[in-house]
């Protein structure tokens, strides 16, 4: 398994896309082969680099969704309206085409799996990409850790992974997941649409250890969400962040 990865170390690598999976309307996910990869670090992320005919090039950078594994990597992407590398990826891209790739990178934002402690995870949006690759990775290395996840989506339609996450809680290993929806909810749903609250958070002293807790998310999700866990006692020393804001798509 890659170690942190210094980015001014890293070479673009020349993978091929094997499979492409629709997630929501608006995100897929994406298999891509690549001979040189060693793996990676449960919460790190690559950059993509789009090349056009006549040179012209954009980069972006996603998580990794996948959990570890040499020779492969899988991303999840989220299709933005007026963005240039994301349409392109959610609906352009077919299996078999060529993808270019420069990582992992990023060894701060990373869940080790040998960890038995407690973790907590609080995903806003497209931000559980990277918290998904911590829960593949912990049944991939057969982990009974503590796990729980807080996801905020707009609606049902629009939660990454909601069969899969279904499945990896009807296990019954320790993997405790609850969803809040912000604009829409299913019909008798227990809570109405909103934000995130502080009545969703466990508090930072009811469980010893503390749990390590990875916050994702838009910048304000993420902000507001790291002021309500303090609030709620757990120390600024064990919440790990990761944002994202327009960056062109």
């Known amino acids: 398994m890659a170690g942190a990865a210094v980015l001014g170390r890293l070479s673009w690598q020349d993978g091929t896309v094997r499979d492409i999976r629709k997630e929501t309307a608006a995100a897929v996910s994406i298999a891509i082969e690549l001979p040189d990869w060693a793996g990676h670090l449960p919460g790190q992320h690559v950059d993509v680099r ?11 950078s996603y ?13 999840t992407v989220q299709r933005l309206p007026d963005g240039e590398v994301s349409p392109y990826l959610t609906g352009t891209l077919q299996p078999g085409y060529p993808f270019e790739l420069r990582g992992p990178i990023g060894g701060w934002f990373v869940w080790d799996p ?17 918290l998904m690759s911590m829960i593949r990775s ?7 850790a503590p796990f729980r996840l807080l996801y905020s989506a707009r609606s049902p339609a629009d939660a990454l992974y909601p069969a899969e996450l279904a499945e990896r ?4 290993d ?40 990875f916050v994702c998310g838009p910048t304000g999700f993420v902000e507001a969400a790291a002021n309500l866990l303090i609030q709620a006692g757990h120390q600024p020393g064990v919440i790990k962040t990761e944002r994202f804001g327009p960056s062109g798509g």
């Open 138 to 144: 912990r049944a991939a290395a057969g982990s009974h």
């Open 63 to 75: 998580s990794i969704a996948s959990a570890p594994e040499p020779g492969r990597v899988e991303l």
């Open 169 to 172: 809680q009807r296990l019954a």
């Open 50 to 60: 789009l090349t056009a005919e006549d040179g012209y090039s954009a980069e972006r």
């Open 174 to 213: 320790g993997l405790r997941i609850d969803y809040l929806y912000t604009r829409s909810v299913p019909a008798g749903w227990p809570r109405p649409p909103g934000r995130l609250s502080a009545a969703e958070l466990p508090r930072g002293d009811d469980s010893t250890p503390p749990p390590a807790v």
């Open 114 to 130: 040998a960890s038995p402690g407690p973790v907590l995870l609080v995903a806003g949006g497209s931000g559980i990409v990277p």
